[in-house]
């Protein structure tokens, strides 16, 4: 479904801040997989997405999604085949519309059309219909404005936005790391239950230990720049938080030795 192939990157490139993050990098995700990407700040997995959603441009590599090359188109052309929930709240709604308009833009995404001809009465009970699923109580907000919402409320739209675009794949930012602990939680079981009744491919980059072990059936672990952990199946069911810790400090306490210069 999705093939990365030989990808590089590199930053500030010619200054003291150069830093090549990805250098031949592969990946290859399956159709209906649902990864979580986990790993420490700057190991390049909101770069990854970044990379993917046409965002940043590597410097060479792949990027092929059913079968076509998407490395070179622009990140609004890139949206056809890509959706994504971001780690803000406001960043995937317009907080001055209401729930109504922005679920009708969703609706007809690449069509132009006027907002009040966009929205019918059938449109309306679809709506409904799909609101009602979060358990967030949504369905009978119809008419009020994305601002006077919650953060949760917000990305639980936002994530029903883009699934209603129909994706070939979702990519998930930290969607959840902006809300409190049992908003993110919620927001979570949303996540889950709307990404396996559609059965998206999805990529979802968390901080959240428990998120990250629970949810999905594949685990990624990145660390600069590079995958070191890749479970599935009953290894990732055999997950614990204190393993993933371990393997943490372990990474950790390598790197720390490798900068000494007592291993070259």
């Known amino acids: 479904m999705l093939k990365i192939t030989r990808l590089s990157k590199g930053f500030n490139k010619g200054t003291v801040n150069e830093k090549n993050l990805f250098k031949d990098f592969n990946l290859e995700v399956k159709p209906g997989e649902f990864i979580t990407i986990i790993g420490s700040d700057g190991a390049g997995k909101s770069t990854l997405l970044n990379i993917i959603a046409g965002a940043i441009s590597p410097d060479q590599g792949e990027i092929v999604i059913n079968k076509r090359e998407i490395r070179k188109l622009a990140e609004y052309k890139s949206a056809k085949y890509i959706g994504r929930v971001f780690k803000d709240p406001y960043k995937g709604v317009s907080p001055n519309m209401t729930i109504l308009e922005n679920l009708s833009i969703a609706y007809n995404k690449r069509k132009v059309v006027n907002l009040t001809s966009g929205v019918s009465k059938r449109n309306i009970e679809y709506f409904k219909k799909v ?3 979060v358990g967030l109580g949504l369905e009978d ?3 009020t404005k994305v601002e006077m919402l919650s953060g ?3 990305q639980a ?3 029903i936005m883009v699934v209603m675009s129909k994706p070939k794949l979702l990519l998930l930012d930290e969607h959840t790391a902006a809300l409190d602990l049992k908003t993110s939680q ?3 079981e949303v996540t889950d239950k709307i990404v396996n009744e559609n059965k998206i491919t999805t990529m979802m980059v968390t901080h959240n230990l428990n998120h990250a072990i629970n949810m999905g059936d594949r685990l990624i672990m990145m660390h600069q ?4 952990l890749d479970v599935h199946g009953e290894e990732k069911n055999r997950l614990t938080i204190p393993k993933l810790l371990k393997f943490f ?3 950790k306490s390598e790197e720390d030795f490798n900068d000494t ?4």
């Open 131 to 133: 609101l009602s699923g």
């Open 141 to 143: 907000k119809l008419d």
């Open 152 to 154: 949760g409320q917000r």
């Open 157 to 159: 739209l936002s994530l």
């Open 186 to 188: 919620t927001i979570s």
């Open 225 to 228: 720049g590079q995958v070191v």
């Open 249 to 251: 400090d372990d990474l």
């Open 261 to 264: 210069g007592a291993i070259s």
